[in-house]
């Protein structure tokens, strides 16, 4: 299913990747397993959601989530102050992983060699029976093909699948595949329909940054101080990476 260059029942469109948890932190792949948000995936979503929320007409917004809880509990902080109910889809879910789901970056080189060096040179990884990057933009797109008339949506979602849905979107082939870095950990992407399809206005978005001068925003650092968004165990980009996130590079 290609939506390339067809309109979907919105305009616009905003891709946000759920808050951190304790196994993004640690470099533990979840695939489709559940870990929560951590204490600093819920201070990320409590400070982006009135960023979103003061860019999106309230009451008008369509905001859908994957059923996994690390998404919902991202989505719920936007929905509390848009006044609209959370859809929720598990169409949405992360990229399944298979036998991987679970596994730190180093467990699965160590065990399953030769499908982690498919995977670190962008390859499809066969016998880990998971799925396919088509299988994961297939469903994804069924998601927003379904979704009501509306000026704007937001999808709450995961790295890999938010990878595979930009590009299905922008018509991307698999060599075009990790095209676009990552999302960071409550970063997003957002998209708007013009006359000859889909065009990326933004990417892998975060709050605004301090300038010269002014000083610091409060609460606006990344995890360890950094001011961009960290990514490094996700199965999206595939680059080796220290022990962080690996369900960012699906």
Not at 206 to 228: I, K, N, T
């Amino acid at each position: 299913m290609t939506l390339g260059t067809a309109a979907l029942p919105v305009p616009r469109l905003l891709i946000w990747r759920h808050g951190r948890t304790e196994w993004n932190a640690t470099g533990r792949f979840q695939g489709q397993l559940d870990p929560p948000l951590d204490d600093e995936g819920r201070r990320q979503a409590a400070r982006v959601a009135p960023y979103l929320a003061a860019d999106l007409p309230a009451g008008e917004t369509v905001v859908v989530s994957s059923d996994l809880s690390r998404a919902v509990e991202t989505a719920e902080e936007l929905v509390r102050l848009l006044g609209v109910r959370l859809r929720v889809d598990p169409r949405l879910r992360e990229h399944g992983l298979g036998c991987w789901e679970g596994l730190t970056r180093d467990e699965v080189a160590e065990r399953y060699p030769e499908q982690y060096a498919d995977w670190l040179a962008g390859r499809p990884v066969r016998g880990r029976d998971g799925e396919d990057a088509a299988q994961v933009a297939e469903r994804a797109l069924a998601t927003l093909a379904d979704l009501p008339e509306a000026p704007v949506a937001v999808v709450v979602t995961h790295g890999g699948t938010a990878g595979r849905m930009l590009e299905a979107l922008l018509g991307l082939g698999a060599e075009h595949r990790r095209a676009f870095g990552s999302l960071a950990n409550c970063a997003w992407s957002e998209l708007r329909f013009q006359e000859r399809g889909w065009r990326v206005v933004r990417h892998n978005s975060w709050l605004p940054q301090p300038v010269e001068g002014v000083g610091p925003l409060p609460d606006q650092a990344f995890p360890g101080g950094s001011r961009q968004p960290r990514v490094g165990a996700a199965p999206e980009e595939g680059a080796p990476a220290g022990a962080s996130d690996a369900d960012a590079v699906l």
